[in-house]
């Protein structure tokens, strides 16, 4: 006899194999429920199983869809020690999913097994949840060495169970979305062999309207989100260019006419093909301005009033509740990077500086005269390097400059570069055991050093 399984339910849509883990059970005293074709199954192979149908006073119904939402199943999966229906729980429930990902159909939507599994895996400290056979086989170790399913590993079995049905209801959602254009079908990926959608989080009505003649690319949108999240940074009219979700020319101004043409200046040619954004809709001369030059995409707060022949995007949501990224299998997530504390009583081009150099890969370097960038460099290894490549972007008109870096300075030899080219300000985070080297050396050079508490790296 096991310690604390008696009762369990099978509901399995592969049966073959089950029969493994139904007789290690019944040997060891546990009555097992199951649903019509997985009780037959298992009686053809010998085990003794009733069918949940005895319990429930009703056959399957639908032609098959019906088959376990009934409230004398869940009442015994959901019911806690001071339930009066406790004495009749289920301790185990093993289910698995229809195939939907092997046979996308409407009916291969399974219903009443996700929600069985959701059921169990909530009650976990009360209840068993078995997802999948490699389950089966974890839990059938457990039991056969400790009688029981420790409480840490049943809440693993949870976790383990709402991935499960979390994967499982992204792959009906998206191809759901696919036929009903919820999910965007974009040109391409990365590149042009490697398909790919956009799949909305947040709203029902999607995250932003495309306007234009052909469906933009997975690069286009990333890059489109890059340069939103940047000039939404501003309150006065801000312009961004973006290039391989790189900042190649960031501008604010009075209005979007100076704010365009200064972002533009940073860096034309790099700006070539790439995506623009602004923070304010434009006047027309503005657009039409863009609309002569060869950009990929542009991103704008609202649509214009004229017929405007670029492609352009109109988002709906600035920023996403979760920053999510792939990796090793699995998903990276993280809370987006939307603090910014540093003190409000800077001059407006330190300030700007800082707010561009957190919407560049690191090590990141943005050198910044009259409220637009003049030179820019991210994605370096090495911060001198950054600083040197930065630096000589701008080149003369790096005099007078504020220059930002997103880390610290290890050593004083960025500050000695920056001396080169006459940059007179300089703002970074603390937290090198050089710090006070650095200062000092900032000091002999005539260069005023803010050092901060906060940073902004982006990988």
């Not at 809370?335 to 561009?356: H, M, T």
Request: proline letters at 4%; a neutral charge.
């Amino acid at each position: 006899m096991l310690k604390d399984v008696r009762k369990a339910l099978f509901a399995l849509s592969d049966k073959s194999g089950g029969e493994v883990f139904a007789r290690f059970l019944t040997d060891r005293g546990v009555e097992i429920f199951a649903t019509d074709g997985t009780a037959r199954y298992l009686k053809e192979k010998g085990i003794s199983v009733s069918k949940l149908s005895s319990l429930t006073g009703f056959s399957e119904r639908c032609g098959g869809r019906v088959k376990t939402l009934n409230e004398e199943i869940f009442s015994r999966i959901l019911c806690r020690p001071e339930d009066d229906e406790y004495s009749e729980k289920f301790d185990l429930v093993f289910v698995d999913l229809y195939p939907f990902e092997r046979n996308k159909s409407i009916e291969n939507i399974d219903i009443g097994g996700v929600s069985l599994i959701r059921a169990a895996a909530k009650n976990y400290e009360n209840v068993i949840v078995v997802s999948d056979r490699e389950d089966s086989l974890f839990v059938m170790k457990l039991l056969k060495e400790k009688g029981d399913v420790p409480l840490k590993e049943r809440k693993h079995l949870a976790f383990k169970a709402f991935r499960r049905t979390m994967l499982y209801d992204f792959e009906i959602s998206l191809w759901l979305g696919l036929n009903e254009s919820e999910v965007k079908v974009l040109r391409y990926g990365e590149n042009p062999h490697q398909k790919a959608f956009f799949y909305p989080l947040s709203g029902s009505d999607g995250t932003f309207d495309f306007y234009g003649d052909k469906s933009p690319s997975f690069n286009n949108i990333y890059d489109a989100y890059r340069a939103w999240l940047l000039v939404k940074e501003f309150e006065k009219p801000a312009c961004a260019i973006i290039k391989h979700s790189s900042p190649c020319g960031v501008a604010m101004a009075d209005n979007s006419e100076i704010a365009f043409r200064k972002a533009l200046e940073c860096d034309p040619l790099s700006a070539y093909g790439g995506v623009v954004a602004l923070n304010v809709l434009p006047e027309e001369k503005v657009l039409r301005e863009i609309e002569r030059k060869f950009f990929d995409l542009i991103v704008l707060p609202e649509p214009p009033a004229f017929d405007f022949k670029r492609r352009y995007i109109v988002p709906k949501f600035w920023s996403s509740k979760w920053d999510i990224r792939s990796a090793f299998s699995g998903l990276l997530v993280q809370e987006p990077d939307n603090q910014f504390a540093i003190k409000s009583d800077l001059e407006e081009d330190v300030i700007f500086s800082f707010k561009v150099v957190k919407h560049l890969y690191s090590n990141a370097i943005c050198v910044v005269k009259d409220k637009a960038t003049v030179g820019l460099c991210g994605g370096q290894p090495s911060r001198i390097f950054a600083v040197k490549i930065a630096l000589s972007r701008a080149g003369e008109r790096a005099k007078g400059s504020v220059l930002a870096s997103d880390g610290f300075f290890p050593f004083p030899d960025s500050i000695e570069e920056a001396y080169k080219y006459g940059v007179r300000v300089i703002i970074a985070p603390m937290g090198s055991k050089r710090d006070e080297e650095v200062m000092k050396r900032a000091r002999e050079l005539g260069i005023k050093l803010i050092l901060v508490e906060e940073r902004h790296f982006r990988h």
